[in-house]
């Protein structure tokens, strides 16, 4: 419990600054780009996170499971880590080549110049290692030394539209130096071993069925982005994007707990401990519902003053926008605590990749009907019911599958 509550802490103070400082940035973000600008730097990295998230196959959930297996034992746990790098940085090197290529033949041919140098971060990404073994310190700290410095940078630099490519710049060279940082830190965990191309390439499928599910994430979550940049203006792309990285400041909150107890639950689940698991991942849902509930009345209440506060009137528009988004802040972090805590680490991918394939095809659906239609209505209706579908597929999975019971009188 003690690993668990120095985690928590480091990951709570890396989250503070995930919610604290975009309370700084986004307004003065938003007032010198302007929603155009805004608008530009969405669409195409809504494109470029396609790429991204290629490069990074499954690693994110799958490479934690692997490693959070092995952790004890270090020769074990050093060979794991070489043949998951290695097919990731394979994957990446061919996946940056047609990056390249393809972006070529598209708008703001220069943004995505610059935005290569994410594509490139997903090769030096190996987080899920640190995750894995619930070493939470060196990732917080990495992460936050990064986040204020471009904090810093944005603050000084970002002044008005012109400054658009330097922005992209920050937040794409932030994010390179966030993942280079953890290797310093990599030496001391493991040794080098050398593996070969086919101990490499045997986790490749494995991965593929986490990978499936983050395409079905990622087009439910990116896509409003692409086609609203294709059928409507930059514009409308910088209201929706705006009014929902509003609502998901908020509910990142609760993802601290998730992430820190992904590792444990799965190690939990590996011991064969499934009272233990299903008990803290009561405690952690209950804990979620208790934060995001009231959240979000105080969101619906205060609406027309905060948006104005904080965006500025070129953002006017969002005053409608955001009180549609307002039950995300429930709906998202309860579907993130059953997959975190349950459907991951008790291996159950099946079940994860239906709820999520099934939010995208609905997702998709939505989308390409009403966004020629009636524009960003259309991508605000989709988000809503995407991810309120996936969060009710995970909890009939959850309520019918174990003796979990909401308390109903504490909600």
Do not use: C
Request: glycine share 4%; hydrophobic share 55%; no cysteine.
């Amino acid at each position: 419990m003690k690993k668990i509550a120095e985690n928590i802490l480091y990951q709570g103070i890396y989250q503070f600054l995930q919610i604290v400082l975009p309370i700084i940035t986004v307004p003065i973000i938003s007032n010198a780009l302007g929603p155009s600008g805004v608008g530009k730097f969405n669409y195409t990295n809504s494109i470029t996170s396609y790429f991204v998230l290629v490069a990074g196959l499954g690693l994110a959930n799958y490479g934690v499971r692997e490693i959070a297996s092995v952790r004890e034992d270090k020769q074990k746990l050093s060979r794991k880590f070489w043949q998951l790098e290695g097919m990731n940085v394979l994957t990446a090197i061919v996946v940056l080549i047609l990056f390249y290529v393809i972006t070529g033949f598209l708008r703001y041919y220069q943004l995505y110049l610059i935005e290569s140098l994410m594509v490139i971060s997903a090769l030096l990404d190996i987080s899920w290692f640190f995750v894995g073994i619930e070493d939470f310190q060196k990732v917080s700290l990495a992460n936050m030394f990064v986040k204020v410095f471009s904090f810093i940078l944005i603050l000084f630099l970002v002044r008005n539209e012109s400054d658009l490519n330097v922005y992209v710049f920050i937040i794409s060279f932030s994010t390179l130096v966030s993942q280079a940082l953890l290797w310093i830190f990599l030496l001391t965990k493991i040794s080098f071993v050398k593996v070969t191309f086919s101990e490499m390439i045997v986790h490749l499928l494995p991965a593929l069925h986490y990978f499936i599910s983050k395409i079905a994430i990622s087009l439910y979550t990116n896509l409003n982005k692409t086609l609203l940049g294709i059928f409507s203006t930059a514009v409308f792309v910088g209201y929706y994007s705006n009014s929902l990285t509003f609502i998901l400041m908020l509910a990142t909150m609760m993802s601290t707990l998730d992430e820190v107890l992904l590792p444990r639950m799965s190690n939990l689940y590996a011991n064969e401990k499934k009272e233990s698991l299903e008990r803290i991942l009561k405690i952690s849902i209950h804990t979620s519902l208790f934060v995001t509930i009231p959240m979000t009345f105080g969101i619906l209440v205060t609406n027309n003053k905060i948006v104005s506060w904080f965006f500025g009137d070129k953002f006017i528009f969002i005053k409608s926008v955001v009180p549609f988004f307002s039950p995300l802040i429930i709906i998202i972090p309860l579907g993130v605590s059953i997959a975190r805590q349950y459907l991951v680490p008790e291996g159950k991918i099946r079940n994860y990749n239906i709820s999520v394939i099934a939010a995208a095809v609905v997702s998709v659906i939505i989308n390409v009907i009403l966004i020629p239609k009636i524009g960003i209505w259309g991508a605000v209706i989709a988000t809503l019911t995407a991810e309120s579908l996936n969060t009710i597929i995970r909890l009939i999975d959850l309520k019918t599958q174990t003796d979990f019971k909401f308390n109903w009188v504490l909600i």
